[in-house]
């Protein structure tokens, strides 16, 4: 995503109730996308927060 895109759908996710934060390419990175993520801190608030954000349209894809 370029910035511009990830930060829309932060300011989406945000409105639905969501704690997302966009993330910054690597530096020197060949292929500089911008990610967005809801942060949680542990696996069964990741499943539980992979499973909200599916049944809010999303596709979300658990990285630990």
Known sequence: KKSADAEKQ???LKKKG???ITLGPAP???N???RVQ???PN???ADLM???LEAAGY???LKQ
């Open 43 to 45: 696996q069964l608030q």
């Open 50 to 52: 992979k499973k909200q």
């Open 59 to 61: 596709k979300p894809i």
């Open 28 to 30: 020197g990175d060949r």
């Open 32 to 34: 500089p996308l911008y």
């Open 38 to 40: 809801v942060p949680v």
């Open 18 to 20: 969501f704690r997302a």
């Open 10 to 12: 932060v300011a989406e």
